[in-house]
């Protein structure tokens, strides 16, 4: 599991994503949400959260989902997921 502090690092942006599933795509979970964050060191880490349908919810903590292009600004990386549906996260 990743650390959003490890060596010094900050978070410099992070956007959030939603979604309630119908029982035809999941008959297990009701609700996924994922988190981004774009970390000073260039590393994209992801949170998935649950609740599944019997009212129970869990996250799978934070994971290294990539790194980022040399150059991309906080503004670049929440511009790009804005358009994918992510929500800016407060």
Known sequence: MAKLSARGRKELARVTKT???TEEQSSVTLERTT???LMSDGKILQKDSVVF???DKHSYGWK???KAKAGVTP???VSALTNQGYEVAQ
Do not use: I, K, N, Q
């Open 19 to 21: 979604e309630t599933l």
């Open 35 to 37: 988190v981004l964050a």
């Open 53 to 55: 349908r019997s009212g």
């Open 64 to 66: 290294v989902r990539s």
């Open 75 to 77: 503004e670049m990386f």
